[in-house]
């Protein structure tokens, strides 16, 4: 059974980073990240594949957030830098079986529960 547990998120000032962590057990795939702001849709933040070595990026957090993975840990990271109060949301992690990098949300079958990012101005 795929698990999936985010953690890392936090109240932070404009400016500000943070590292949001997933630990995955169960399966290894596509992982990705997205984030959902109260009132809002689901959004497509970025991905990575399953060797670490493609991302894609959303272009609002494109050269602020950086996606990476270590597989020898199971655990896959969101650096996010140069936050911004826009940027508050819960952060969600999601797992794809497939190899293709999506920002599609119907494309990830695991999720997890969510870490709360709050960037106060």
């Known amino acids: 059974q795929v698990q999936l547990v985010e953690s890392g998120g936090g109240l932070v000032q404009a400016g500000g980073s943070l590292r949001l962590s997933c630990a995955a057990s169960?399966?290894?795939?596509?992982m990705g990240w997205f984030r959902q702001a109260p009132g809002k849709e689901r959004e497509f933040v970025g991905a990575?594949?399953?060797?670490?070595?493609?991302?894609y990026y959303a272009d609002s957090v494109k050269g602020r957030f950086t996606i990476s993975r270590d597989n020898t840990k199971n655990t896959v990271y969101l650096q996010t830098n140069s936050l911004k109060p826009e940027d508050t949301a819960v952060y969600y992690c999601?797992?794809?079986?497939?190899?293709?990098?999506?920002?599609?949300?119907?494309?990830?079958?695991?999720w997890g529960q969510g870490t709360q990012v709050t960037v106060s101005s």
């Open positions: 169960g399966f290894t795939g596509v």
């Open positions: 990575l594949s399953r060797s670490g070595g493609l991302t």
């Open positions: 999601a797992l794809s079986t497939s190899y293709s990098l999506s920002r599609v949300r119907s494309n990830y079958q695991y």
